[in-house]
């Protein structure tokens, strides 16, 4: 009986996709991408190299599994891919694209590149930022055919927020680097510490140049002397000297932030709600492991190709609609639904803690409420943003 039921479900799975094949109009999707990663100069803590290639190949996964469905709907995907070594051959690349009558692209530039992209980017033209976590560009500069698959900074630093408020962790020693992106992190947390009830009781800068490989059990120590404080965050976002804080602090206590235990998009300890099978193929793509980048990209491409299968067509003003209605989804492998915030375009979605070997725990976390989603109590709510780009 069982064995006849599988029978008849297989064959009438068979007739369905079938008719609706042959009832679906041929769609040709048109994707760019346009990736352009500065460079950092040099670190002091070579530990962890970013691949050359991240992001990219997050998005040609995705393209394969959006030309998995579309074999069965006479849709076809086509990727065309910009990797370039400066900003000007970044923009030139996205030019070039646009000339081509690509007008939907992903891309994973700095945020200032972005504001040249959306200059130069007609109204019929729809980007995807999978790369710039900065804050203001969910806040004030909102260009409407605009949308963001990367979490912010705001989202990440309110996900460790909301951890450490949890654990009771709330007197806290803070390290900024340098650097720009050092800066902004440290800046989001600051308003994360804010809005959770959290004390940051030492806030310093990194100004040291040595070599810590060396040095790290005699200066950080002394760095991180203070009366009391539960834990330390660090914002060294490109690694200069977060990596040796972790067992190296005046008082025995945990390391969170940018490392130790990090808030991040994505990472390779993430293995649930069918997330193995995602990791698995993209190893066997790309020979490495997936990371934000990679995720943000292929979330992207992946909303590009929900939205066609559910329209019929490519429009990119049809997806972008379609992007902030009711009705779109995309199964994401986080455990939740994900949806885009129609004030700002910012994907909604869950925020892994993790440190180097596994899962902590995932935000948003029970009992932080909201009278829509408690997605949305990660990073600006519509009240705190300027950005109205769907009205």
């Not at 994707?31 to 290639?53: A, F, H, M, R």
């Not at 660090?234 to 490392?259: I, K």
């Not at 997330?275 to 190893?283: D, G, S, T």
Request: charged fraction near 20%; proline fraction near 6%.
């Amino acid at each position: 009986m069982y064995r006849r039921y599988l029978r008849s479900f297989a064959v009438g799975a068979f007739i369905a996709l079938s008719a609706a094949s042959l009832a679906a109009q041929p769609v040709d999707v048109s994707i760019g991408y346009v990736q352009w990663i500065p460079d950092q100069g040099p670190v002091l803590s070579n530990v962890t190299p970013e691949p050359d290639d991240g992001g990219l190949r997050g998005a040609e996964l995705a393209l394969e599994d959006n030309s998995t469905t579309g074999r069965f709907l006479g849709h076809t995907y086509a990727l065309t891919s910009q990797v370039t070594d400066s900003e000007e051959a970044a923009v030139a690349a996205f030019d070039s694209l646009q000339q081509s009558g690509i007008e939907l692209f992903v891309v994973n530039v700095p945020a200032s590149t972005i504001r040249t992209f959306m200059a130069r980017a007609g109204a019929q033209t729809l980007v995807f930022n999978a790369g710039a976590e900065d804050d203001p560009l969910r806040t004030a500069d909102c260009p409407a055919n605009l949308v963001h698959t990367i979490p912010s900074h705001a989202m990440l630093t309110d996900a460790l927020g909301q951890w450490l408020n949890q654990r009771r962790w709330n007197k806290l020693f803070l390290i900024t680097g340098p650097t720009e992106a050092d800066i902004a992190w440290a800046s989001a947390f600051r308003r994360s510490a804010r809005r959770f009830g959290l004390d940051i009781v030492e806030d310093k800068p990194w100004t040291f140049d040595a070599d810590l490989r060396r040095t790290a059990s005699k200066e950080l120590p002394l760095f991180t002397q203070a009366d009391d404080y539960d834990a330390v965050v660090v914002a060294d976002v490109r690694g200069d000297f977060g990596e040796y804080v972790p067992f190296n602090t005046w008082l025995p206590r945990p390391v969170v932030g940018t490392q130790g235990m990090s808030p991040v998009a994505w990472h390779r300890v993430v293995e649930s709600w069918g997330a193995a099978q995602l990791q698995n193929r993209f190893r066997d793509l790309a020979k490495r492991q997936m990371n934000g980048a990679d995720y943000a990209a292929w979330a992207a491409v992946r909303s590009i190709g929900t939205s066609v299968t559910e329209l019929g067509t490519a429009d990119p003003r049809a997806i972008r609609e379609f992007l902030f209605s009711d009705r779109f989804q995309l199964a994401a492998f986080k455990g939740r639904k994900l949806t885009y915030r129609d004030w700002n375009g910012q994907l909604r979605q869950p925020i892994p803690l993790v440190h180097p070997r596994g899962l902590v725990a995932r935000a948003p976390f029970e009992g932080y409420l909201h009278p829509n989603t408690d997605m949305d109590t990660l990073g600006f709510d519509k009240p705190e943003s300027k950005c109205r780009i769907n009205n």
